[in-house]
Structure formats: C-alpha cells, structure tokens
C-alpha cells in the first residue's frame, strides 16, 4: 500500500486543486495522488494556519513534512522576507510545492529533501503538521534532528491529534529539553509550542 511518506510514490499521478482560504489570503494548490491530505486542506493544518503565532519576520524558517506546500506557501506569503523551508521525503510533494509556489508568485519557499538543507542553516521556527502515522521512533528522530537546528530564540509550532498521541507527545519534547506548551485543543487536535530550555 503506498504511504505519502514514501519518496517516490507509486500511485499513478492524478493531480486535482484544493482552495487554502483563510482570514488573509486564500490559494489555489494543486495535490496528487500519493501527497498527504491530497481531497482537502488536513483540519490539524488548518488550524496550526489559523491559530499558530505569527511567523518570524526574516530568517529561515522550516516547513517540516510540507506535503503541496499549505504550510510553507502561508508562511512565505506572511513573512515576504523570510526563506522557507519546504522539507519531504516525498518528491512529487516537492514538486508540487515548486509548482504551487510558482502559480501563486511566491518566491521565497525552497522545496527540499532532508539531505538537500545545507547542515549549517538554522532555523527561526519551525512548524508542522508531523507525519505521526510513519511510527512513533521515526517522528521522534525526525524531531529530534530538526529541533535541534533551532536558533536559541526560536520555537517549533507542531499540530497533532490528541487521539494520535499528542500529549505523550508533548511529555516526549520535555523530556527532550524543550520546553512545551499547549496554545490552543480544538477538534481534538493539539496545537503545541517547544522552546529549547535555557540553564541560568
């Protein structure tokens, strides 16, 4: 059975469009078979867009698991001067965010795959919609790894369902040395908040 989280995904192409409309902007995006929440805008993403803290103003700013792109597409159109990261395992995900950026006259968003960031580059924020149905040690390392590349000041912002383990989530990051909070549980999803944690 192929996975969104494949990188080459077998499913024959069939792309359709999505509308993304929120409060301050509103995108046409087109999706394909094999890419996350291909039929419609994921409700957790739609929430982490409504309902997220602003984006950093410039910087880089990383887009994990970015799927067609709704995530990173709002965050380069809110923060113009900002480089986003568009990061997948997936690359007809990425070519979809390439296309989609291109549609929309965006061209502050850099699709690519884990390998592809130079290791040196670090992250402002990070946000995601995480891929939680690839396992559980396999969200843990993808998180681990890219946490860690946050700038001391920075925040990841991460949307997860509570019934797909968003609180043992949450106690995971913590004991990881981020410290975590919850901003907002709607629709049984957590929209949570890792800061690294500072020693006096």
């Known amino acids: 059975m192929p996975h969104y989280f494949d990188p080459e995904p077998s499913a024959a192409s069939d792309r359709r469009s ?11 995006l087109a999706t394909d078979r094999g890419v996350f929440s291909r039929t419609a805008i994921d409700p957790g993403t739609k929430l982490l867009l409504l309902e997220g803290p ?9 887009d994990l698991g970015c799927g067609y792109g709704p995530i990173a597409l709002t965050l380069a159109r809110r923060s113009p001067a900002a480089t986003i990261w568009a990061v997948d395992v997936n690359r007809r995900a990425l070519a979809l965010v390439e296309d989609n950026a291109a549609s929309a006259g965006i061209d502050n968003v850099r699709p690519a795959t884990p390998d592809d960031v130079p290791p040196e580059v670090r992250f ?5 919609n995480p891929p939680v ?14 946490l860690r590349r946050l700038e001391p000041e920075g ?10 383990g968003a609180d043992s989530l949450a106690r995971w990051l913590a004991g990881e040395g981020f410290a975590t909070h919850r901003l907002r ?3 049984g999803y957590r929209l949570l908040e890792a800061r690294r944690e500072t020693t006096a």
Do not use: F, N, Y
């Open 124 to 128: 402002a924020a990070i946000w995601s």
């Open 133 to 146: 149905r690839v396992g559980k040690e396999q969200v843990h390392a993808m998180l681990r790894a890219w």
């Open 185 to 187: 549980s709607r629709m």
């Open 54 to 62: 602003p984006p950093p103003a410039e910087g880089d700013v990383l």
């Open 18 to 28: 999505v509308t993304l409309a929120l409060p301050d902007l509103s995108l046409e």
């Open 155 to 164: 925040a990841a912002c991460l949307v997860v369902h509570k019934h797909l």
